[in-house]
Nanobody, 119 residues
């Protein structure tokens, strides 16, 4: 089993940058891919970005492409979501997740961390 604990959210102003983290523990050798999702107020959860566990093959939603970046530290198995030029519409609870098969669902999730962007 894999456990994820996210952190690093907060209140920022539009145009600021923020990094959220996700500490991953347990059977990390079984992980195939990682992803970040978010759920804004009154909205459904949406995909933000994802990559192979190696960090390669990253892809992003159109709404965050060129502003957000995913990475993983091999040293401590921590996932990162680097967010730049934050916009009001980026306000959401951000969730990290991992999957163990190429075509399967994301099966392990972090508890979520709140990011609020103010004007």
């Amino acid at each position: 089993q894999v456990q994820l604990v996210s952190s690093g959210g907060g209140l920022v102003q539009a145009g600021d940058s923020l990094t959220v983290s996700c500490s991953v523990s347990g059977s990390t050798s079984s992980i195939y891919g990682m992803g970040w999702f978010r759920q804004g107020p009154g909205k459904e959860r949406e995909f933000v970005g994802g990559a192979l566990w190696s960090g390669h093959g990253a892809r992003y939603s159109d709404s965050v492409k060129d502003r957000f970046r995913i990475s993983r530290s091999r040293t401590n198995n921590t996932m990162y979501l680097y967010m730049n030029n934050l916009k009001l519409e980026d306000t959401a609870v951000y969730y990290c997740a991992v999957k163990v098969t190429p075509r399967g669902d994301f099966t392990s999730w972090g508890q979520g961390t709140q990011v609020t962007v103010s004007s």
